[in-house]
């Protein structure tokens, strides 16, 4: 099969280092920053000129440059226990040695955490908050363990409207609701943008796969909100759209068509050269689609109550809310159930022709492992494919055994007879 390289890739780096640049002077030039989980509504920190740092992306780099050997001893010696969130002690550890990816942790005025499927989320800015001594607020998720309806949409929107309240009140600056309404169109522009780039992987051959979505998602998930990341990922698309014409893939050999279940080991970045070594391509995940618009694609949820979470171009600040808070419930619901779980990767393995699936159960992310087992089970009995499970942690290295990894995927290469 023809391969070659994406020609987009190089914007997409830069829009993320552009990011990480402005992010490394804007403490110095006395910019506003705020700290939180990839999960907060950074739309609106956006359109108020706020400068952001998120939790996970910043434990990613923090891990991808081999800090981790420092830094995670530090937050576990300060008090948090090896169970904590992986990148959570990561982020905490390079705050208390005053070292890492971008130098010295830029300094945030403000916390903003998330209380939803994970309760890691919440305790980690809510710890660290109280660390730097900064002002904290928490955004509470319902869990709809049956069926989103309207009181769980105006529950997390009075929460929002408390925290722009709470934004405007620290950094004593009023939210124009007209830059509000734009960001959060593109963001949901982006997110459409990404399902349609990801969705081209059900063609067989994949146009791209795992690896080449958690390179491109980068700057999806840190310029969220962003006209510019629009504008490039639209172009992905198109390049996207054009290697499927002309049938280019993703590598050489698609030998067996994968499911790659949690995020990957930062620390360990040959996990896919040498799954593409055997032909063995992951090229559908969860991880990356829940930036995508399509949590609810597979969903067992009646029509009334997608309708109700579709979206709905906002005019207004209120309604901009509702979108938002909306969008939070369309991302969590998969994890709130198992029945939830089984119906969105039984699509997947459908629509996407799957024929196995790795699973990384993740000491690191529990909230990501959770039902694991179930729903490899599952596809196993319900598909007739091959299954691997393996145990490590996406952002501490001390306890991956490699050889114990490597001896695995040879077994389960062999169900392939590849
Ligand atoms: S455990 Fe997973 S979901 Fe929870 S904060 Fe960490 S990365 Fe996020």
Same mark, same amino acid.
């Given at each position: 099969m023809i391969t070659e390289p994406f020609k987009t890739y190089p914007k997409i780096k830069e829009l993320a280092s552009g990011y990480f640049t402005t992010l490394r002077s804007a403490a110095e030039e006395g910019k506003t920053i705020a700290w939180g989980p990839a999960l907060i509504p950074y739309e609106l920190l956006r359109a108020m000129d706020i400068e952001y740092v998120l939790g996970e992306p910043y434990g990613v780099m923090c891990t991808a440059s081999g800090l981790g050997a420092e830094l995670l001893p530090a937050a576990e010696e300060y008090g948090f226990t090896t169970r904590f969130c992986a990148y959570s002690r990561n982020f905490i550890g390079s705050y208390l040695k005053g070292r890492?990816?971008?130098?010295?942790?830029?300094?945030?005025?403000?916390?903003?955490?998330?209380?939803?499927?994970?309760?890691?989320? $919440?305790?980690?800015?809510?710890?660290?908050?109280?660390?730097?001594?900064?002002?904290?607020?928490?955004?509470?998720?319902?869990? /709809?363990?049956k069926q989103p309806a309207e009181r769980h949409i105006a529950y997390v929107q009075s929460q929002l409207e408390r925290l722009v309240e709470f934004?405007? %009140? $620290?950094?004593?600056?009023?939210?124009?609701?007209?830059?509000?309404?734009?960001?959060?169109?593109?963001?949901?522009?982006?997110?459409?943008?990404?399902?349609?780039?990801?969705? /081209?992987?059900?063609?067989?051959?994949?146009?791209?796969?795992?690896?080449?979505?958690?390179?491109?998602?980068?700057?999806?998930?840190?310029?969220?909100?962003?006209?510019?990341?629009?504008?490039?990922?639209?172009?992905?698309?198109?390049?996207?759209?054009?290697?499927?014409?002309?049938?280019?893939?993703?590598?050489?050999?698609?030998?067996?068509?994968?499911?790659?279940?949690?995020i990957p080991m930062w620390y360990y970045p040959q996990t896919f050269r040498l799954l593409e070594e055997k032909g063995l391509i992951p090229i559908v995940s969860l991880y990356t689609l829940l930036w995508g618009d399509n949590p609810l694609t597979y969903s067992q949820y009646p029509q009334p109550s997608k309708d109700l979470l579709s979206w709905q171009v906002p005019t207004t600040g209120k309604e901009t809310l509702r979108e938002i808070a909306k969008e939070f419930i369309r991302g969590h619901i998969i994890?709130?159930?198992?029945?939830?779980?089984?119906?969105?990767?039984?699509?997947?393995?459908?629509?996407?022709?799957?024929?196995?699936?790795?699973? %990384?159960?993740?000491?690191?992310?529990k909230n990501l492992s959770l039902g694991r087992l179930d729903v490899a089970r599952y596809l196993g009995e319900e598909f007739h494919i091959p299954i691997h499970v393996f145990e490590s942690c996406m952002a501490d290295p001390r306890g991956f055994n490699e050889e114990e990894f490597l001896s695995g995927l040879d077994a389960f290469a062999r169900s392939f007879d590849v």
């Open positions: 890492g990816p971008l130098g010295k942790l830029p300094q945030a005025d403000f916390m903003i955490g998330v209380r939803a499927d994970c309760n890691d989320h $919440v305790a980690w800015f809510e710890a660290i908050s109280k660390m730097v001594d900064r002002p904290y607020f928490a955004v509470d998720l319902p869990k /709809c363990y934004v405007e %009140h $620290v950094t004593k600056r009023k939210l124009e609701e007209q830059r509000l309404v734009d960001a959060v169109i593109n963001a949901h522009q982006l997110r459409v943008l990404w399902r349609e780039i990801l969705e /081209c992987c059900k063609n067989v051959p994949a146009p791209l796969n795992f690896k080449n979505q958690t390179s491109f998602m980068i700057a999806a998930v840190l310029l969220k909100g962003s006209k510019e990341a629009v504008d490039t990922y639209a172009t992905l698309l198109d390049e996207v759209k054009d290697r499927l014409q002309r049938g280019v893939a993703s590598a050489p050999e698609e030998k067996a068509r994968l499911l790659w279940d949690n994890m709130n159930s198992l029945p939830s779980k089984l119906s969105f990767y039984g699509g997947l393995a459908r629509d996407y022709r799957i024929d196995g699936a790795i699973f %990384h159960s993740n000491w690191g992310c």
